[in-house]
């Protein structure tokens, strides 16, 4: 699944300093390749799953996703933030990795195979070390790469 971020799917430095602000810069870029899906929609059904838990799942991640209709895809996109925002992690400490995942409201069990996978590559601290210290998307990209083989 991590193959499918291309360089154009990364900000590998967010301006967002707040939560919501975090969930709009990614909903806006994984809109680029989902014309048809309105903003506000993408980004209601992303805070309205934060509203449940938030996805802040701590050692600095975050997994903000959601169903949404009218797509056919499984979407995902990331972002970095070098300084980390308050994301209500459940160590209580700043993210600073952000995977986007958007699926289709019948997808569940790609949906869910899909955070597992992602949940797997990210609780390997030398990746997570390598993703923050990356310069620029084509070393995020990289990382991505590599790591998909071990996983």
Known sequence: MIHQISASRIIPSLEAGTK???????????RKSLPEI????????????EMLGSTGVGDGIALPHGKIDGIDRI??????SVKGIAFDSVDNKAAHLFFLLLAPTQFASPYLRCLAQLSRFLK??????????AENSDEIMKVFAEAEKLI
């Open 124 to 133: 390997k601290s030398h990746i997570r070390s390598r993703l923050t210290l």
């Open 75 to 80: 979407e995902i996109c990331f972002g970095r």
């Open 38 to 49: 309105d903003i506000d929609k993408l980004f209601s059904v992303l805070w309205e799953r």
């Open 20 to 30: 919501q602000e975090v969930l709009l810069e990614l909903a806006i870029l994984c």
